[in-house]
């Protein structure tokens, strides 16, 4: 399986991206879809992560309110709908899948890792 996320960019404090992760391959096998973020010097976090089917999301609390997962299989597609971004947001954005029925917070719970997209909100 291969992932690759994209729209990331530059934002104002207080505006909206939406980042995609679109899989290929034998996407099939990929149940769960997570977003993680790394900023410089730091470790990558859970963001976000959902079930194959959608009826499950989960949101790391530094997130929840803001931004909303979801996917489309039949495009093999997910996103991350990202609103009311702060400076504290600015990172890089990687999606990931995993063969698991729950997503994970865990980075090593997952298998297949898009490239990243960068995402730079400005004060």
């Known amino acids: 399986v291969q992932l690759q996320a994209s729209g990331g960019g530059l934002v104002p404090a207080g505006g909206s991206l939406r980042l995609s992760c679109a899989a290929s391959?034998?996407?099939?096998?990929?149940?769960?879809v997570g977003w993680f973020r790394q900023a410089p010097g730091k470790e990558r976090e859970f963001v976000s992560g959902?079930?194959?089917?959608?009826?499950?999301?989960d949101y790391a609390d530094s997130v929840k309110g803001r931004f909303t997962i979801s996917r489309d299989n039949a495009k093999n597609t997910a996103y991350l709908q990202m609103n009311r971004l702060t400076p504290e947001d600015t990172a890089v954005y990687y999606c990931?899948?995993?063969?698991?029925?729950?997503?994970?917070?865990?980075?090593?719970?997952?298998?297949?890792w898009g490239q990243g997209t960068q995402v730079t909100v400005s004060s």
């Open positions: 990931a899948g995993s063969g698991a029925r729950w997503p994970s917070r865990r980075v090593s719970a997952y298998d297949y």
């Open positions: 391959g034998r996407a099939s096998s990929m149940y769960t």
């Open positions: 959902i079930t194959w089917s959608g009826a499950m999301a």
